[in-house]
């Protein structure tokens, strides 16, 4: 996400990778802004071609260090060239070269009989940096009474020969001396120096700018709420997409189903079908060995009735007997009977009887 700021008034939120449609836009319709380090857009920067340059004074030390961070993240955000020096090696001729308007200079003395924030200025360039310490004076005493910042005299001047060099600076310089000062009252500092810097060095928003701001809060606007309605019909066809997948896979399931229900429904029709083939068979089996088993005992009884009519008890008369449909006669005849077998027990009948018969 990234911020579009108009002055200090925050204007809306965007995505990051809006950032270009925005660029397009203020470019095309005429909106100067700045891109801070942080990636926010600020339109209209108020401080745009201001230099400014911040110095924390002596030993590295964490509030001064701090102020001077804050003050840059906010000049920067209005637009202005923030520089960073060390105004014991830069000189004034060189940081004149580089444009700068104001140099703003930070020094911690922990000293709790002295004023809290005590401000110091160049005396060669006194009505311009008198006129950033009324500045910032009055903001301050508007928030309350009980701010405890005074300016500098000649006297002060005078026992602090440590600051000459600020004393005779070519370029409007203040000096912030912190003594006994809360974390509170040197964030009111920083607001007031910031507000200062915008009253003197800032142009104030105008119509024209404030209308090119809202038709570009209006184009992010439509163009944020278009998204979303593509965003929201591509979800929606998605959701679809996965519903009729859905169906197309519990069709295929069901369809798995049946297929598998009528296998099985054949599997046990075509068992069914074998049983009841098998049990016929095993009928069929069991009534030819039946069959099988009469012709047999059948067969048994014709037997013995050949053989009792072709073999008639020893005392009944022997004139001619029947072998199958065969008749046989008396005398020679006997021996022209085809069958070999009956031909041979007849012999042996008559071999037997030791009789011929006429």
């Known amino acids: 996400m990234f911020e579009i700021y108009w002055g200090e008034q925050h204007i809306i939120s965007c995505q990051n990778n809006h950032k270009e449609e925005v660029s397009i836009f203020c470019d095309d319709n005429g909106i100067d802004y700045e891109i801070s380090e942080i990636g926010n857009y600020h339109l209209f920067p108020v401080l745009k071609g201001v230099t400014v340059a911040l110095s924390p004074l002596g030993e590295s030390s964490e509030r ?39 140099i703003l200079s930070f020094k911690e003395k922990k000293n709790k009989d002295k004023t809290g924030i005590k401000l110091f200025y160049s005396l060669k360039e006194k009505e311009k940096s008198q006129k950033v310490l009324a500045t910032v004076i009055k903001k301050m005493l508007s928030w309350g009474p009980k701010a405890e910042c005074e300016v500098a005299g000649y006297f002060d001047m005078l026992k602090n020969p440590q600051y000459y060099r600020w004393y005779w600076s070519e370029i409007p310089t203040v000096l912030v001396e912190i003594n006994r000062c809360g974390e509170i009252e040197l964030r009111k500092l920083e607001k007031a120096i910031i507000e200062g810097m915008l009253e003197i060095y800032g142009d104030i928003p105008y119509d024209e700018q404030e209308s090119k701001v809202n038709a570009l809060k209006v184009y992010i ?58 049990k016929k068979q095993k009928a069929k089996r069991k009534e030819i060995s039946a069959n099988v088993k009469n012709k047999s005992v059948n067969a048994k009884k014709h037997r013995n009735t050949k053989k009792a009519v072709l073999f008639p008890p020893d005392d009944a008369p022997f004139f001619r007997f029947v072998a199958g449909e065969q008749l046989i006669n008396s005398g020679n005849s006997i021996f022209t009977v085809n069958d070999s077998i009956c031909t041979t027990a007849i012999r042996s009948e008559f071999n037997r ?3 011929t018969i006429e």
Request: no cysteine; proline share 1%; net charge negative.
């Open 64 to 102: 001064p260090d701090n102020i001077v961070k804050h003050l840059s993240e906010k000049l920067l955000s209005f637009g202005a060239l923030v520089l960073y020096v060390d105004t014991k090696k830069k000189s004034n001729a060189l940081l004149k070269i580089m444009k700068v308007q104001i």
């Open 353 to 355: 009887r030791e009789g």
């Open 221 to 278: 606007v439509e163009n944020n709420k278009k998204r979303e309605e593509i965003e929201q019909e591509r979800l929606k066809a998605e959701a679809l997409k996965v519903i009729e997948q859905e169906r197309l896979e519990q069709e295929k399931l069901e369809q798995e189903k049946l297929e598998q229900e009528r296998l099985e429904k054949e599997a046990a029709k075509a068992a069914e079908e074998e049983k009841v083939l098998e």
